[in-house]
């Protein structure tokens, strides 16, 4: 006899959680890592540029008529209106990464998780927890992109986002301090998943 493994699946993760919990510091840190096969796909927003904001890499920035023309030409895997902003999901380049055979992230807010949810239930969701909504304050503020009112509206946000855990797959605690174990637990999941028996379909 003959015997050859089953070749493992391309996973989509969605990698979601409250503003300011470390989706963007886990990821910054995943890519540092070179976690092999993954690519990570960055979303449009028409929100301005932060200063130590790179164009392409932490979001494709783009004027409200250019991202209407995105949803009007279905280009968007989903999209949304997060604190007076839009953003969304370029679904060719999900797709054509995918298409590669690579394993592919994506951030977006709770809402933007739901939205994918219903359209291809077969990713991967994970939601990123603060080890406290005291940590999460702290965050958000240190990080100083925010206005006081603007804080203030992300931060009331937040536990209405946490009571959403019941429609993620996974949650991985962001502890203080200690990212790079936030990336082991994200990448043993990937492990997990690409070693599934009965594997996840994903329609785009
Ligand atoms: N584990 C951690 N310990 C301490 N500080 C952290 C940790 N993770 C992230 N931070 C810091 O918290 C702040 C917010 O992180 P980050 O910008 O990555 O959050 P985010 O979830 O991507 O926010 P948003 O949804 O608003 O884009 C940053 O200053 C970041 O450096
Ligand atoms: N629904 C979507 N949400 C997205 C997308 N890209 C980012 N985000 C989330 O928006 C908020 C605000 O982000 P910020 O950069 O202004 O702090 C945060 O939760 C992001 O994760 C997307 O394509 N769709």
Redo the contacts with the bound molecule.
Sequence with gaps: MTFKPPLPAPVLIVLS????????????RMKERQLPGVKYVTTVTTRAQRPREIEGRDYHFFSQPEFKKLIEANELLEWAEVYGNFYGVPKAAVREALKAGHDVVV?V?VQGAASIKKITPGAVFIF?LPPSLK?LEA??S??L?ESPAALKR?LETAPHELEQLSMFDYFVV??????DQ?VDCIAAILAAEKARVHKRNIIL
């Design positions: 959680g409250p503003s300011g919990v470390g989706k963007d510091a886990v990821l910054e951030k807010d990123l940590d965050r958000l240190r990080r992109t992300r962001n502890h203080e301090g200690r990212i936030a």
